[in-house]
């Protein structure tokens, strides 16, 4: 297990503001968070490439705290993989083990066992400078692993690979990571990216962890309105909430939504686009939210329709494309949407 108690840096105007967390062995911790969050900066004082002002990281009960990188048994990927251009792909892989002074037939036994299981075994002589974006990430993976450390740290690990090459090497590295057993923290800003690879999220702004859960609890839970705006979540509405029996009564303005989560008072309320079905006519569900609006705007997003209504309040609602030309809609447009209690989020 890798433990981080209480870290605290600065460097010029940024601070890391008392950061803890627990990964534990085989476990995938995925940190998110905006450009300038200290997302690299937190990996970097795990594996010892920078000293916190104070706090410290454990590895199974061991202080690294004020220990170097080399004595840490810490793998570190960057999302540029900084391959060694001079070394061809076999003495890049085989970089640390021979720092460590390995005998040369133990090196030359690992290095093809690593490169065979990452499929790259027909790279180990070609130079760096001639590999895609996806074997040069494969490679840097195998230079990180090639130590058996006991915790792996990947920084971007997908940046610099196209989007087609991309899926592909997701589903490899999450079948590797699984086979290795170690702790794993993995630095993204991409959402869809953090939920294929979780086991946990947790999401860093302005140096801090602000929230920490499984992927689910944080993308339909959240728990600020930085954390509902970074996850995309689009509809974030202000009210008075009063519990009534098994459910909440929100009054949003000019309308009063039902929520499943208990509470009483001022509330922030967040609502996510796909979780809101769009119809021409009122919907008979189980659903205990169902609002009338009028169609202010259409966007295309990728595989959906982003439809904004005003209801009293503008709503977004995710659809397919399909559904979009079914109920053949247009700006000014009557219509209803509805949505459960449970995804309906307070906080």
Known sequence: M???ESLHYSAGKFHLNDVSMQVQDGETLVILGPTGAGKTVLLELIAGFRRPKSGSVFLDGRDLTHLPPEKRSVGFVY?????????NVF???AYGLRAAGRKSEEVRKRVKELATQLAI???LERRTRNLSGGESQRVALARALIT????LLLDEPFAAVDPNTKEKLMRETGRILESQ??????VTHDQIEAVDMADR??????GKIVQTGLPGQVFNEPKSEFVANFMGTRNILKGKARREDDLTSVDVGRVVLLSSVAIDGDVHVTIRPEDILVSANPLISSARNSIKGRVTGMREKGSVVLLTADCGMELTAA????SLAELQLSIGDEIYLTFKASNVNLF
């Open 319 to 322: 659809i397919t494309r399909e």
């Open 181 to 186: 057993k170690k702790p794993v923290i993995y």
């Open 201 to 206: 999220v947790a999401v860093m702004n302005e």
């Open 121 to 123: 075994d027909h790279l």
């Open 148 to 151: 058996d450390p006991h915790v």
């Open 79 to 87: 999302q540029d993989y900084l391959l060694f251009p001079h070394l």
């Open 2 to 4: 890798i433990s981080v």
């Open 91 to 93: 003495d890049n892989i």
